[in-house]
């Protein structure tokens, strides 16, 4: 049986490589590019299909923070620091690239876009895919910016300071966002429990 690395143990991975790297070793900003790179990518592919632009962005982001790393906080979370520094780079692109066919373009123009799904090799029985699919249906049918923060929450372990720092919004907004998906939630989940209960297979 595997053992379970504690979030709390990648983080402090995480920021260990962050201050080494800050302190310009070589070795651990390339460790932390490998660690946060399929993040990074998996991340900006929900606002932009564009996957070599996306790699682009994230080259120019590493190497951003590799010129300035002599200028940046020691203390940040590399991981928000990150996925907040891509969302604002892959905002400026498509601000660029929209310029010629629209007068304004704002943050709020660049829509999240999330599909969940559920995890199907890891259920095992009928009656659990269903549940599952059900509630995967419902996840979708959140508003974008609630999807965004349930992604980064429960599918990424980022706190709530955490993602208000990737959505740059305040921290009382983002459990605002992540209620509100709760509330709906809630005001469905009994509505789905007894279509389930009542399937033919249960009778």
């Not at 143990?9 to 790297?21: A, D, I, V």
């Not at 460790?31 to 993040?39: A, H």
């Not at 010629?100 to 999240?112: G, I």
Request: glycine share 2%; charged share 30%.
């Amino acid at each position: 049986m595997g053992t379970t690395i504690r979030p709390e143990l990648h983080f402090e991975e995480e920021q260990n490589l962050w201050r080494k790297m800050l302190a310009g070793d070589v070795t651990s900003y390339e460790q932390l590019i490998n660690r946060t790179y399929d993040l990074l990518f998996h991340y900006g592919t929900k606002f932009n299909s564009d996957r070599e632009l996306i790699k682009d962005c994230i080259q120019d982001i590493f190497l951003e923070i590799w010129e300035k790393r002599n200028g940046l906080n020691s203390d940040i979370p590399p991981k928000p620091y990150l996925l907040a520094s891509l969302r604002r780079r892959l905002h400026r692109v498509a601000s660029r690239l929209r310029m010629d066919c629209m007068d304004y373009y704002s943050e709020a123009d660049m829509v999240f876009d999330v599909e969940f799904s559920a995890e199907y090799r890891l259920i095992a029985s009928e009656s659990d895919w269903l549940l599952a699919s059900r509630m995967t249906e419902m996840l979708n049918e959140l508003p974008k910016r609630q999807k965004e923060a349930v992604y980064l929450r429960f599918y990424n372990d980022m706190e709530r300071e955490e993602i208000a720092m990737v959505m740059d919004i305040q921290p009382q907004s983002v459990s605002n966002l992540l209620q509100e998906a709760f509330k709906f939630i809630k005001s469905h989940w009994k509505a789905i429990v007894s279509a389930f209960l009542a399937w033919p297979f249960w009778i």
